[in-house]
């Protein structure tokens, strides 16, 4: 489990994650960015060149669902003037990739594909959401269709877990 703290720079709200037991602190460069028009700026930090070729280290080295393939296309487009990955596109890549190396029915990809719609919508607003954040939120529960007890039964009770795994395959 995530340990969250929030500072405030100049008005500006940072998070610092440490995840689980480790010793390192993590800092969001999204929160950083929002006070400068992030999403601009992110998009155009992933159609780096160099941006992408660390990400590709970084994922070889900590996700054991890494989709090369899909990376390779990637990497052969970045840095080209035409070329721009968003996000939110990045969270679509890795979504594919997390799903296809579980055996999920039919059912549970349906669910997991509203889950990452959720995610993706407010990985420029948060760093991490829980199971019971968007569960309490109507508009999200909405989304889903689904009461947290149904879906935890789809996925044998243990939703919570699948979905941080889905989570921390988009690095959230």
Same mark, same amino acid.
């Given at each position: 489990?995530?340990?969250?703290?929030?500072?405030?720079?100049?008005?500006?709200?940072?998070?610092?994650?440490?995840? *689980?037991?480790?010793?390192?602190? !993590?800092?969001?460069?999204?929160?950083? #960015?929002?006070?400068?028009?992030?999403?601009?700026?992110?998009?155009?930090?992933?159609?780096? @060149?160099?941006?992408?070729?660390? +990400?590709?280290?970084?994922?070889?080295? !900590?996700?054991?669902?890494? &989709?090369? *393939?899909?990376?390779?296309?990637?990497?052969?487009?970045? *840095? +080209?003037?035409?070329?721009?990955?968003?996000?939110?596109?990045?969270?679509?890549?890795?979504?594919?990739?997390?799903? %296809?190396? !579980?055996?999920?029915?039919? =059912? /549970?990809?349906?669910? +997991? @594909?509203?889950?990452?719609?959720?995610?993706?919508?407010?990985?420029?607003?948060?760093? =991490?959401?829980?199971? /019971?954040?968007?569960? &309490?939120?109507?508009? !999200?529960?909405?989304?889903? *269709? @689904?009461?947290? %007890?149904?879906?935890?039964?789809?996925?044998?009770? @243990?939703?919570?877990?699948?979905?941080?795994? #889905? /989570?921390?395959?988009?690095?959230?």
């Amino acid at each position: 489990m995530s340990k969250n703290k929030i500072i405030n720079i100049k008005g500006t709200k940072i998070t610092i994650i440490r995840q *689980g037991d480790s010793d390192y602190d !993590y800092i969001s460069l999204t929160d950083m #960015l929002k006070a400068k028009d992030g999403d601009f700026f992110i998009s155009d930090w992933l159609r780096n @060149r160099n941006t992408v070729e660390f +990400l590709g280290i970084w994922e070889r080295i !900590y996700n054991p669902n890494f &989709n090369y *393939g899909e990376f390779a296309i990637i990497k052969s487009k970045a *840095g +080209l003037n035409n070329y721009k990955i968003s996000a939110k596109e990045w969270v679509e890549k890795g979504f594919d990739s997390y799903v %296809q190396t !579980y055996n999920f029915n039919d =059912k /549970q990809i349906q669910i +997991l @594909r509203d889950m990452k719609d959720i995610v993706s919508a407010n990985i420029t607003e948060k760093k =991490k959401m829980s199971v /019971q954040e968007i569960f &309490n939120n109507p508009f !999200y529960s909405r989304t889903i *269709g @689904r009461d947290y %007890q149904e879906v935890n039964k789809t996925f044998d009770n @243990r939703f919570s877990q699948v979905f941080e795994e #889905l /989570q921390s395959t988009f690095k959230v």
